[in-house]
């Protein structure tokens, strides 16, 4: 049996041309990055946006755009890490059709483990293996904000997908210490309704995905879904917000079910159809 998790946001009139100004955005900042990549943060950000108004107005992502969106914000995503891993030179990046030489800009305060769940996710849900394996490459003390700005758990998480994607030793242990350090009595600086409604149901998804829990995985996708739906409707303000139109870290831990055959019996325009399902995969080079 299928379980529909019904949207919140809905496409208004204006909603596709939206999305493509964005994007139109999105492609300046990207043409700008050779000359300095002082604003890749900027550029993620806003690419991450687009993704989300193209997944408002085509809700299953059956459209090229909407696939581009998506590449376009993952290889962003790792372009940030890599112009912030070194000191000084250049490196080559895939991004939005073009390989670019993007000037390395030193350690920033942005590539940090909030922004590498994100690029890993998006890795994830473009299939990339190659950026999912440079992005688990990152030592963890690298991704430490300096003024402390992330719970302990955080830095689990980060771990755990690591060291699976790796294939390291201790993900048992470390996917508990991960689990326990989300408890809201313990991230205590974390406001509840988001640690509950988004940051620990991908954890919770992680942990029925590696355990091959056939029958668990789909009513933990839909309680994921349930929650962040909750999250995003809590008021008018997040209501609107199109953050809220993709869960992104669900989906990503749909995408590794899907490809390791787990059953999804869901359907919500929260997990686009053609991106947990790879519709578009191998179209043009990522």
């Not at 990046?93 to 800009?105: A, D, L, M």
């Not at 470390?174 to 326990?180: F, G, Q, S, V």
């Not at 909750?230 to 869960?247: F, H, L, M, P, S």
Request: proline share 6%; with cysteine.
């Amino acid at each position: 049996m299928t379980v529909t998790v019904v949207r919140h946001i809905v496409a208004g009139p204006e909603a596709a041309a939206f999305a493509e100004r964005l994007s139109k955005q999105v492609a300046g900042h990207i043409d700008r990055l050779e000359t300095s990549a002082d604003s890749i943060d900027f550029a993620f950000s806003t690419a991450l946006l687009a993704l989300q108004a193209h997944c408002v107005a085509d809700p299953e992502a059956a459209n090229l755009e909407t696939w581009e969106a998506a590449v376009n914000a993952m290889q962003l995503g790792t372009a940030l890490f890599a112009v912030t891993g070194g000191s000084e030179g250049t490196v080559e990046c895939r991004i939005n059709g073009s390989v670019r030489t993007i000037p390395v800009i030193g350690p920033q305060p942005y590539a940090d483990a909030g922004n590498w769940l994100l690029a890993f996710w998006l890795a994830v849900i473009c299939r990339e293996q190659e950026r999912m394996t440079q992005l688990c490459q990152i030592p963890l003390e690298q991704l430490r904000s300096p003024g402390g700005e992330y719970e302990e758990f955080f830095y689990h998480w980060v771990d755990v997908q690591q060291t699976y994607w790796l294939r390291r030793p201790g993900l048992v242990e470390k996917l508990i210490a991960a689990i326990e350090t989300s408890n809201p009595e313990t991230a205590n600086t974390v406001p509840r309704d988001m640690l509950q409604g988004l940051l620990y149901p991908p954890i919770n998804l992680f942990y029925h995905f590696v355990r091959k829990h056939e029958e668990g995985f789909s009513p933990a996708l839909v309680e994921a879904l349930n929650l962040h739906k909750a999250y995003w409707t809590q008021n008018e303000e997040r209501a609107v917000d199109i953050d809220g139109a993709v869960a992104l870290g669900p989906l990503a831990m749909a995408c590794l079910a899907y490809d390791g055959k787990l059953p999804i019996g869901v359907e919500s325009d929260f997990v686009p159809k053609y991106l947990l399902e790879h519709g578009w995969l191998g179209e043009f080079p990522t």
